[in-house]
C-alpha cells in the first residue's frame, strides 16, 4: 500500500491549499483517512480525519476552515485549507487505517504560511 501526497506550498496568511492524498496498492477497503501536522518540535497532530460512512471530525483550530473529504471510488482523501493562519505552518502528513486495521503513512508535504 503506497500514499502520495500533494498540494503543500507556500502561502499567504487567508489563502487556500488543497490537499490530496491517493492510496494505491492492495486495498480492499479505508476504514479511516486522516490528515497529521508536524511542527518542528512538536509530535504528530490529528487536524482532520474521517471515517468510512461517518462524519468528519477537527482539531478544534481548524473548525470552519478545514474541510475533509474523501472519493472512495479513488481512494483519494483531500483537505481543503482556508483562511490559513501562520500557525497551520507544518508538514502534513496522510495516514489510512485499513479495515484490518492496518495503517499506512504518506511522506510528508511542507505547507507555510507566511507573508
Known amino acids: 500500500v503506497q500514499l502520495q501526497a500533494f498540494g503543500g506550498g507556500l502561502v499567504q496568511p487567508g489563502g487556500s491549499l488543497r490537499l490530496s492524498c491517493a492510496v494505491s496498492g492492495s486495498i480492499f477497503r479505508i476504514y479511516f483517512m486522516g490528515w497529521y501536522r508536524q511542527k518542528p518540535g512538536n509530535q504528530r497532530e490529528l487536524v482532520a480525519g474521517?471515517?468510512?460512512?461517518?462524519?468528519?471530525n477537527y482539531k478544534d483550530s481548524v473548525k470552519g476552515r478545514f474541510t475533509i473529504s474523501r472519493d472512495n471510488a479513488k481512494n483519494t482523501a483531500y483537505l481543503q485549507m482556508n483562511s490559513l493562519k501562520p500557525e497551520d505552518t507544518g508538514v502534513y502528513y496522510c495516514?489510512?487505517?485499513?479495515?484490518?486495521?492496518?495503517?499506512?503513512w504518506g511522506q510528508g508535504t511542507l505547507v507555510t504560511v507566511s507573508s
Open positions: 474521517i471515517t468510512s460512512g461517518g462524519s468528519p
Open positions: 495516514n489510512v487505517v485499513l479495515d484490518n486495521y492496518v495503517s499506512y
